[in-house]
């Protein structure tokens, strides 16, 4: 190998033979002076063991600074919302009102539900994320705590802004004044006859508006529109409830139905708000009669209100406002299946007067639908309705999937105004 003869830099410093003067002169750039260097060939041990450039270590900042912001943030929104009275009320009727709408909006421009193609994928980019990660851990001999601190730096990052985005999307929400308290509904310990003459009451309506409705070969009431068609009119159902309850507003797209239904019956969900893009989504995959009231109850999610009790009592109430016999009779249903469940837990014989008042055609109803959820007992379902019980109690439902029976405390404040 030929080298290059000794000579000196204009500092006055020596230059080996077999330096590369380009070397010297990047380093003379930074340090002012040229020293003596061997150049080591690429890919040699002594590059591996070079400190990472600073244009490689940005992206770690960023994430460390995405770590840092994302969490006070998000601990900071919950501080307001649960300390300052007012905050989530008045954040539910401005900001999310506003960019609920603008999310609801784009997410409305996929004729299928985006929140479901979200999951999937998300789903399969976790799992190609994990093996990714195992794989650079393992070939990353001598640096393996290093790489996966920065896997787990990576993962709290991600989760921070999960966090962050559940909070401004809904989380604030659950903290918002009672449906009850805004909307002029007193809610009071009531008597057990007031129970009992709620659920006459609705078994009398469900017993005129029966007929009314579709059947199937089995004598099963069955939907008499297409999904599209019936949330149409569930949308236009809460625009006339606004007239009476101006926070319920519109401007809302409807609901999208889930392709994967049968998986959601097999947790026992029969609808899922997804704050992330801002859709309701609708199991289809239930008995026809409770469909269009989980389409106006996961409606209610998307106008702001949180609380499923809540969710389902204006569910029952833009059901009961829309001219759809359908939607009618599917608010009566659900509104009797909680009153009535109520009663029983008080008097069982009672309770069980009043059911056998209905017609053959809703007891065929109700029969089907309790043999099709009973296919779906199991360790899955009961997986899933003990993460819906953590998930609620987290939010601050203390009563976790309990809080459910409390719509009928709204029923019976309902029920006292219309008699005064």
Known sequence: MEFREKMRCGNGSRLEKGCDPRYNERKQEKTGTCRYARRVPMGGKAEKQMKLPETD????????????????????????????????????????????????????????????ILLILATAFAVFWIVKQVVRIVRAKGARLRETGGSLLRLLCAAGVVLLLFQLNCGINYSRD???????????????????????????KLNTLRPEVAEDAKGVMTLSASFSSLGSDAGRAFTTLQKEYPLLTGGYSAPKPVLLSRLLSWCNITGVFFPFTFEANVNTDVPDYSVPSTMCHELSHLRGFMREDEANFIGYLACCCSDNYDLQYSGLMLAFIHANNALFAADAEKASEIYNTLNAGTLRDLAANNAYWKQFEGPAAEVAEAVNDTYLKVNRQEDGVRSYGRMVDLLLAEQRANNR
């Open 178 to 204: 009672s449906f009850a308290e805004t909307c002029g509904l007193p809610v009071q310990e009531s008597s057990r006859e007031e129970l009992e003459t709620l659920c006459s009451s609705l078994v009398e």
């Open 57 to 116: 270590r940005k992206p770690r900042r960023r994430l460390w600074l995405l770590l840092l912001l994302c969490y006070p943030a998000a601990a900071i929104l919950l501080l307001l919302a649960e300390c300052v009275p007012g905050f989530a009320e008045q954040y539910a009727r401005g900001p999310y009102a506003v960019y609920s709408r603008a999310g609801n909006f784009f997410s409305a421009l996929f004729p299928f539900s985006l929140a479901e």
